[in-house]
């Protein structure tokens, strides 16, 4: 089994910045794949940003240029600096691994940005 603790989450003006980490443990062997996607209310989960093996980067239209992910191979740990946060960025931000043909997901952190 794999855990994942995510963290960075909270209540921030527009324009503002957030930095989102999310720290796998347990039994990993290999990781394919790290990522973050966010479900906002009402919507469904989209992908927001995702790095692959050998360090392909991954976005979605939306967060380009304001946002950046990365990950710290050593300790398996995931980051996701926002930027220039907008309203519309609000949601339940969600760490995804994606292991030996698995997905784990952790427990979601909520990002909210007041006007």
């Known amino acids: 089994q794999v855990q994942l603790v995510e963290s960075g989450g909270g209540l921030v003006q527009a324009g503002g910045s957030l930095r989102l980490s999310c720290a796998a443990s347990?039994?990993?062997?290999?990781?394919?794949?790290m990522g973050w996607y966010r479900q906002a209310p009402g919507k469904q989960r989209e992908l927001v940003a995702r790095?692959?093996?050998?360090?392909?980067?991954i976005y979605a239209d939306s967060v380009k240029g304001r946002f950046t992910i990365s990950r710290d191979n050593a300790n398996n740990t995931v980051y996701l600096q926002i930027d220039s946060l907008k309203p519309e960025d609000t949601a339940v931000y969600y760490c995804?691994?994606?292991?030996?043909?698995?997905?784990?997901w952790g427990q979601g952190t909520q990002v909210t940005v007041s006007s």
């Open positions: 790095v692959i093996s050998g360090g392909t980067t």
């Open positions: 347990g039994s990993i062997f290999s990781i394919n794949a």
């Open positions: 995804n691994v994606v292991s030996r043909g698995n997905n784990y």
